[in-house]
């Protein structure tokens, strides 16, 4: 499992989330049309109701140490989708191939992954950076505006994301520490 190739900085929890989309489009080198193209301000609120709805309703499971926003391809285009697991290793990525939390309400609809897919016919590679750095900049954004919320009673939740045929990418990890959260790699 890769480590994030995303700057350190998205991790700092004083940004907005404007300051986060203008330091990620400046990492994956997006012009401004591509930029407009994602709406992820409209993205990330369609990915912030989902997550909290889900939380709210059908939580992971106490036991649950890692998740996996993973994307695939359908037919329709980009689907993003949640998946945990009691298990992690940093080094080895089948604690993600038989997820224990794989709740009915995984799929949602958010704009911005449907969107990239114009750029991915444009250009794969490039189409599929940018596709795994909207899902980061989403989860990142979501987990420092909303750690205890991910964490309930846990003392640690592992974050990564990824397509499911490709390699998975280690975002951080969430943990509780004398009281004070900590999050990062």
């Given at each position: 499992m890769n480590t994030h190739p995303f700057p350190k900085q998205l991790w700092e929890p004083t940004l907005t989330l404007e300051q986060r989309m203008a330091k990620m489009a400046e990492q994956l080198d997006l012009f401004p049309d591509d930029w407009e193209k994602l709406n992820l301000a409209q993205g990330y609120a369609q990915f912030s109701s989902w997550l909290l709805r889900l939380w709210k309703h059908n939580p992971p499971y106490d036991d649950i140490q890692a998740l996996l926003f993973g994307i695939f391809e359908t037919e329709k285009g980009l689907q993003l989708y949640i998946?945990?697991?009691?298990?992690?290793?940093?080094?080895?990525?089948?604690?993600?191939?038989?997820?224990?939390?794989?709740?009915?309400?995984?799929?949602?609809?958010?704009?911005?992954?449907?969107?990239?897919?114009?750029?991915?016919?444009?250009?794969?590679?490039?189409?599929?950076?940018?596709?795994?750095?909207?899902?980061?900049?989403?989860v990142i954004h979501f987990t420092i505006d909303h750690a205890?919320?991910?964490?309930q009673s846990r003392e640690r939740l592992w974050l990564a994301t990824g397509f499911d045929e490709g390699e998975l990418i280690q975002l951080g990890c969430l943990k509780m520490n004398r009281r004070q959260r900590e999050i990062g790699r």
């Open positions: 998946a945990g697991s009691s298990e992690w290793d940093g080094e080895d990525e089948e604690w993600a191939d038989e997820p224990e939390y794989f709740p009915e309400e995984r799929y949602p609809e958010i704009s911005s992954v449907a969107a990239v897919e114009s750029l991915m016919k444009q250009d794969l590679v490039r189409g599929i950076d940018v596709a795994i750095g909207v899902i980061a900049l989403f205890e919320y991910l964490l």
